[in-house]
């Protein structure tokens, strides 16, 4: 079984910059994708970003043009630079590993979560 072992969270001021990584250890399978999802308080959790093992790379609208989402297979481990943080941004990240058998049936893991805090 994948387990995924995050880091980087912590407190930063508004317009400041963190990084988050993701280290995934075990067998992934070649069919998958690594992101991000995060948590507010009193909130539904929501995507924040993706990226493919084809190097293909999704956003969510309200961090596009502040947040870089990448990957190293070799390393299975996928980071989230975030700059420009708001205080909107706080929340518990969470890093996901969906992965395809060959039937397509999807299989998600998850980190344990990381928090951020930005202070305004």
């Known amino acids: 079984q994948v387990q995924l072992v995050e880091s980087g969270g912590g407190l930063v001021q508004s317009g400041g910059s963190l990084r988050l990584s993701c280290a995934a250890s075990g067998s992934i399978s070649g069919g998958s994708y690594m992101g991000w999802y995060r948590q507010a308080p009193g909130k539904e959790r929501e995507p924040v970003a993706a990226q493919y093992t084809d190097g293909g790379r999704n956003y969510a609208g309200f961090v596009k043009g502040r947040f870089t989402i990448s990957r190293d297979n070799a390393k299975n481990t996928v980071y989230l630079q975030m700059n420009s943080l708001k205080p909107e941004d706080t929340a518990v990240y969470y890093c996901?590993?969906?992965?395809?058998?060959?039937?397509?049936?999807?299989?998600?893991?998850w980190g344990q979560g990381t928090q951020v805090t930005v202070s305004s």
């Open positions: 996901n590993l969906r992965e395809y058998d060959d039937s397509g049936v999807a299989t998600d893991s």
